[in-house]
């Protein structure tokens, strides 16, 4: 009797520290409140009295907004700030590392207000897509719904109970109210146009150079006007030929008469002269 009472007391104890433990897994407000960045996503969450109802989860993700991104929804019914937030509230433990390493391109993720029972056309699910290496989106899990709202990080990983991911834009199922779109993107600044390079001048080729690239100081400056004109040059007379001389010579003048007498007397004064030499000897 008393071993089965001991029995019975082991049993109780050990439920009453597994419903503790259970419990206690976690507490998003704690949580959140080290994060003033959240604020306003925290005091929803107990606004509108889902506190609770993540507490009691031993798994969780909770897609978290800032307080800039959350002031699109702020000033919407009681009701319809529920359910958004509880698109929220994924019931399964993601992380990025978890999301690096999904297989496929997309996921569906189960939402907290699946588990309402009141749900429509996949409106208690999501559509987490990855667009690219890093890039990471989600969207409404309706078909057609756009994929709005990007995967900024993490803001807290607690494995395999607890992950916080920060997301850019709140994700409004259709039938939830008027939907949040992305912002745009930020405009692109135009880079200042390159300024204007100098022309070059192109060396001038060789044929140019030959003709068209003479300067005016090379070209033959005129002659001074008192400089003596240069001779023309003269017609050289060839040299007479043998016909021509003798043709000089018959055109020779023949000698006078008063050489012809000079000349005999002479010669009389040489005969003379020899026949005194004969006498005298």
Same mark, same amino acid.
């Given at each position: 009797?008393?071993?089965?009472?001991?029995?019975?007391?082991? $049993?109780?104890?050990?439920? #009453?520290? #597994?419903?503790?433990?259970?419990?206690?897994?976690? +507490?998003?407000?704690?949580?959140?409140?080290?994060?003033?960045?959240?604020?306003?996503? +925290?005091?929803? @969450?107990?606004?509108?009295?889902?506190?609770?109802?993540? +507490?009691?989860?031993?798994?969780?993700?909770? #897609?978290?907004?800032?307080?800039?991104?959350?002031? &699109?929804?702020? +000033?919407?019914? *009681?009701?319809?700030? !529920?359910?958004?937030?509880?698109?929220?509230?994924? #019931?399964?433990? %993601?992380?990025?590392?978890?999301?690096?390493? @999904?297989? !496929?391109?997309?996921?569906?993720? *189960?939402?907290?207000? =699946?588990?309402?029972? $009141?749900?429509?056309?996949? =409106?208690?699910?999501?559509?987490?897509?990855?667009?690219? /290496?890093?890039?990471?989106?989600?969207?409404?899990?309706?078909?057609?719904?756009?994929?709005?709202?990007? @995967?900024?990080?993490?803001?807290?990983?607690?494995? %395999?109970?607890?992950?916080?991911?920060?997301?850019?834009? /709140?994700?409004?199922?259709?039938?939830?109210?008027? /939907?949040?779109?992305? /912002?745009?993107?930020?405009?692109?600044?135009?880079?200042?146009?390159?300024?204007? !390079?100098?022309?070059?001048?192109?060396?001038?080729?060789?044929?140019?150079?030959?003709?068209?690239?003479? &300067?005016?100081?090379?070209?033959?400056?005129?002659?001074?006007?008192?400089?003596?004109?240069?001779?023309?040059? *003269?017609?050289?007379?060839?040299?007479?030929?043998?016909?021509?001389?003798?043709?000089?010579?018959?055109?020779?003048?023949?000698?006078?008469?008063? &050489?012809?007498?000079?000349?005999?007397?002479?010669? $009389?004064?040489? $005969?003379?002269?020899?026949?005194?030499?004969?006498?005298?000897?």
């Amino acid at each position: 009797m008393a071993a089965k009472a001991s029995l019975l007391f082991v $049993v109780a104890f050990f439920f #009453l520290a #597994l419903s503790i433990t259970t419990s206690s897994a976690f +507490n998003i407000t704690k949580v959140l409140k080290q994060y003033p960045e959240y604020g306003t996503f +925290n005091d929803l @969450l107990s606004q509108t009295k889902l506190v609770e109802q993540i +507490n009691h989860r031993q798994t969780i993700t909770v #897609l978290a907004l800032d307080n800039d991104s959350i002031s &699109s929804i702020a +000033n919407r019914s *009681t009701d319809e700030l !529920k359910k958004i937030l509880m698109n929220h509230i994924v #019931l399964d433990y %993601f992380d990025t590392l978890k999301i690096q390493k @999904l297989g !496929k391109k997309s996921a569906i993720l *189960t939402t907290l207000y =699946q588990t309402t029972g $009141v749900a429509m056309e996949q =409106q208690g699910f999501l559509n987490l897509t990855r667009i690219g /290496p890093g890039d990471v989106v989600f969207g409404s899990g309706v078909e057609g719904a756009p994929l709005v709202s990007k @995967l900024l990080g993490s803001v807290l990983a607690q494995p %395999f109970n607890l992950s916080v991911l920060h997301v850019s834009t /709140p994700i409004v199922a259709p039938g939830f109210g008027d /939907p949040v779109l992305a /912002p745009p993107p930020p405009p692109q600044s135009k880079p200042p146009a390159p300024a204007p !390079k100098k022309a070059e001048a192109s060396a001038p080729s060789e044929e140019e150079g030959d003709y068209e690239g003479e &300067s005016p100081d090379s070209a033959p400056s005129p002659a001074p006007a008192d400089a003596p004109a240069a001779d023309a040059p *003269t017609k050289r007379k060839s040299p007479p030929t043998p016909k021509d001389a003798d043709e000089e010579e018959e055109e020779a003048p023949a000698p006078s008469a008063s &050489s012809r007498v000079v000349g005999s007397s002479m010669a $009389v004064a040489a $005969v003379m002269g020899l026949v005194a030499s004969f006498v005298a000897f």
